[in-house]
Nanobody, 118 residues
Framework: QVQVVESGGGLVQPGGSLRLACAASGTAFSRFDMGWYRQAPGKQRELVAT???????NYAETVKGRFTISRDNAQKTVYLQMNSLKPEDTAVYFC????????????WGQGTQVTVSS
């Protein structure tokens, strides 16, 4: 059974930084393509960043240059380093562990709240 657990959210002032972490288990972590998504109140969930099994990353235009996704297969964890945070980054951030390439679909965590406010 795949489990996905996020951590690291909180309240930060504009211009500040946060690092989110996501641990996925249930199969070898190196099998997952991993992604971070976010959902602000009244809005649809949107992609923030993804990183493939091979380490290739992709970012939404709104976070390019400010956010960095990385993975540590030994720690079975993916990270999202968020710098120069803006109020519009406020959202619940969700981690997705994707096994679509195995025909098994994606698995979501419960989400972690990020609030950027002075």
């Amino acid at each position: 059974q795949v489990q996905v657990v996020e951590s690291g959210g909180g309240l930060v002032q504009p211009g500040g930084s946060l690092r989110l972490a996501c641990a996925a288990s249930g199969t070898a972590f190196s099998r997952f393509d991993m992604g971070w998504y976010r959902q602000a109140p009244g809005k649809q969930r949107e992609l923030v960043a993804t990183i493939t099994r091979g380490g290739n990353s992709n970012y939404a235009e709104t976070v390019k240059g400010r956010f960095t996704i990385s993975r540590d297969n030994a720690q079975k964890t993916v990270y999202l380093q968020m710098n120069s945070l803006k109020p519009e980054d406020t959202a619940v951030y969700f981690c997705n562990a994707d096994l679509s390439w195995l025909g098994r679909g994606g698995y979501w965590g419960q989400g972690t709240q990020v609030t950027v406010s002075s």
